[in-house]
């Protein structure tokens, strides 16, 4: 076969992998996994079942894409932040906090909201959980970074544990406070207390 068929091949199945995937986030986020049926994702994408197995064979290996575009994503964001860091430590933590709790309309909104569905497939998907393990190991690192960049009197070891509480009270604000929630007007300003905690975590003495 010429290469350049080879390569337009190549281009046809990243395609429509890529689509295959972003139609099923697009079903777990509103649906719930238990609409995350082989079948159904091929209606929605709008191609045979024996087509979608040819991108994606099972369920399992489906589930497993979908968690690794997931983590992707997100660690995709962190980079960009790395990468534009001002050097500000304090405003780039402050820039995290505000991006995870109010992400913007598209797409991002969407994968907001499969965090939640996320939570939940953790505990009955091994892939999952391995993905979600593997992904928050690098956020404590990241705020573990920040926080010692804040606070350079930390030992490592107490960076990365207050950066697990702090990853631990941003997302389960996002938990309560979610778009699927019914508005709370007494946490209208949670998200400015969360900033401000987060600071005086992160500037807190040395526990030892």
């Keep these: 076969m010429p290469s350049i068929v080879r390569q337009s091949t190549r281009t046809t199945h990243k395609k429509r992998r890529a ?14 996994p238990a609409a995350l049926s082989m079948r159904h994702i091929a209606d929605e994408v709008g191609i045979k079942l024996a087509s979608l197995q ?4 099972n369920k399992a290996a489906l589930i497993q894409a979908l968690a690794e575009d997931v983590v992707q994503h997100y660690d995709q964001h962190l ?13 780039v933590l402050e820039e995290i906090i505000r991006w995870i709790r109010s992400p913007k309309e598209g797409e ?16 009955i998907e091994p892939v999952v959980a391995e993905a979600q393990h593997q992904f928050f190991q690098g956020y404590r ?14 030992s490592w070891d107490e960076a990365i544990q207050r950066g697990a509480l702090m990853s ?34 992160a500037k807190r003495p040395p526990s030892r």
């Design 19 to 32: 689509e295959i995937i972003q139609t099923a986030r697009a079903v777990l986020a509103e649906k719930g």
């Design 54 to 57: 040819y991108h994606i064979p």
């Design 168 to 201: 631990v009270m941003i997302d389960g604000c996002s938990l309560i406070t979610s778009e699927l929630q019914p508005r709370d007007p007494q946490l209208d300003h949670l998200t400015d207390e969360l900033v401000t905690t987060a600071l005086q975590l």
């Design 141 to 154: 690192q990241f705020l573990a970074d920040l926080i010692c960049r804040i606070n350079p009197a930390l």
């Design 108 to 123: 991002w909104r969407l994968i907001h909201r499969l965090e939640v569905q996320f939570w939940a497939m953790a505990l």
């Design 79 to 91: 980079e960009e932040y790395v990468q534009g860091d001002s050097g500000d430590a304090e405003m």
